[in-house]
């Protein structure tokens, strides 16, 4: 009894990592614009919720009982759930790797670091599936259980390191698309004949364009310095929190640089 409690306890806690990690990504998915592998991701949360509910009656009876036949339900839901989170994770690192691929706007030596670590935890994720799906004993499920404990912060480092690039990436590229406007509006209107105070106008908005769009970059310059040149290089969910709640200004001030080039096109 005591090594189906030990495995009960370690997956616990790891179902509760993975958890965190797919209600974070979740929430982020339109459901209107989901392409087939969203829409798989979605399917496979739905998969994982229902193996993660029928595993925690399965335990719960288990130590209530501790029957033969609770003792197979518990093993049997904690193979499902094993399966089941292991396929979600897979699909939404994939996703992750994806968009980080195609994100403008970040470090290339920090992308490729990051697409590497995602790919070794994608590697490690198949082949913890594998070991789910060959393991016949309650011994060999619970090596698997530890293995994947001993294995989930690095999971949850590629996963944040990935997000964190995407995010700062965002507002990079809204500030790069609002420099290169910035930059052609001023060619073209330099042609232009018109009266000293369009002119004066036109100067006032090139000024304050231009510390906004300046404002941004260093924003983003300084939360870049942070997490990568000050304390520990690790990544979690925390970290992930505070980077993103570090570019927020500096992401209005990138859009609200736009709203100048807007106007900028009226003078």
């Known amino acids: 009894m005591k090594k189906i409690v030990g495995i009960l306890v370690v997956l616990l806690l790891t179902?509760?990592?993975?958890?965190?990690?797919?209600?974070?990504?979740?929430k982020t998915l339109a459901v209107d614009e989901l392409s087939e592998k969203q829409t798989l991701y979605r399917d496979e949360i739905n998969v994982y919720r229902n193996a993660e509910r029928t595993f925690d009656?399965?335990?719960?009876q288990y130590l209530k009982l501790g029957t033969l036949a609770s003792l197979e339900e518990a093993v049997s839901s904690t193979r499902n759930v094993l399966l089941a989170r292991s396929k979600v994770l897979i699909t939404y690192l994939?996703?992750?790797?994806?968009?980080?691929?195609?994100?403008?706007?970040?470090n290339l030596t920090e992308k490729d670091d990051a697409l590497e670590r995602l790919d070794t935890q994608l590697l490690?994720?198949?082949?913890?599936?594998?070991?789910v799906l060959l393991a016949n004993d309650r011994d060999q499920?619970?090596?698997?259980?530890?293995?994947?404990g001993e294995q989930r912060e690095l999971i949850e480092d590629a996963a944040y390191r990935s997000r964190s690039l995407v995010a700062i990436g965002k507002v990079q590229t809204v500030n790069d698309k609002a420099q290169a406007l910035f930059d052609d509006i001023?060619?073209?209107q330099s042609q232009d004949e018109v009266t000293s105070l369009v002119t004066a106008k036109r100067a006032r908005a090139y000024d304050e364009t231009t510390k906004h769009i300046a404002s941004t970059e260093q924003a983003v310059l300084s939360v870049i310095d942070t997490i990568?040149?000050?304390?520990?290089?690790?990544?979690?969910?925390?970290?992930?929190?505070q980077i993103t709640d570090n570019l927020s200004d500096p992401y209005i001030t990138a859009q609200k640089?736009?709203?100048?080039l807007q106007e900028l096109l009226t003078l």
């Open 15 to 26: 179902v509760a990592f993975s958890s965190s990690i797919i209600s974070a990504e979740e």
């Open 57 to 60: 009656v399965s335990k719960e």
């Open 94 to 106: 994939e996703l992750l790797r994806d968009e980080l691929a195609n994100q403008h706007g970040v």
């Open 124 to 131: 490690f994720l198949k082949e913890h599936q594998d070991a």
């Open 141 to 148: 499920l619970l090596n698997v259980v530890i293995v994947f």
């Open 186 to 188: 001023k060619v073209r």
């Open 228 to 241: 990568y040149k000050k304390g520990s290089r690790e990544f979690d969910q925390s970290k992930f929190d």
């Open 257 to 260: 640089s736009l709203e100048f």
